[in-house]
Nanobody, 126 residues
Framework: QVQLVESGGGLVQAGGSLRLSCVAS????????MGWFRQAPGKEREFVAA????????YYADSVKGRFTISRDNVKNTVGLQMNSLKPEDTAVYFC???????????????????WGQGTQVTVSS
């Protein structure tokens, strides 16, 4: 079992930055790829970014590429998401998730993640 707790969400103006953090506890964190997803009201949960267990392989959704940066610290059992140049369309609840593989073959698929945090709200005003 893995427990994931996100933090760092909030309200920010367009063009601003936020850094999300996810702390993992439970079974071995370093053996899992980790991902960030988001869900806006009335929309499906969508992939944002993922990072392999070693941090050597990283994936981004096209919508955030160049603006968001995912990172992880296997000593502190944390995964972060630095979000820059935020846009109103980035407004959503952001979720941290643990993938069932160390290096995901399908990083963007919700069903490939076994554990999820409770989410943190990010609101970007125009």
């Amino acid at each position: 079992q893995v427990q994931l707790v996100e933090s760092g969400g909030g309200l920010v103006q367009a063009g601003g930055s936020l850094r999300l953090s996810c702390v993992a506890s439970g079974r071995t964190f370093s053996g899992s790829a980790m991902g960030w997803f988001r869900q806006a009201p009335g929309k499906e949960r969508e992939f944002v970014a993922a990072i392999s267990w070693s941090g050597a392989t990283i994936y981004y959704a096209d919508s955030v590429k160049g603006r968001f940066t995912i990172s992880r610290d296997n000593v502190k059992n944390t995964v972060g998401l630095q979000m820059n140049s935020l846009k109103p369309e980035d407004t959503a609840v952001y979720f941290c998730a643990a993938h069932r593989q160390a290096v995901p073959t399908t990083a963007s698929v919700v069903g490939e993640y076994d554990y999820w945090g409770q989410g943190t709200q990010v609101t970007v005003s125009s």
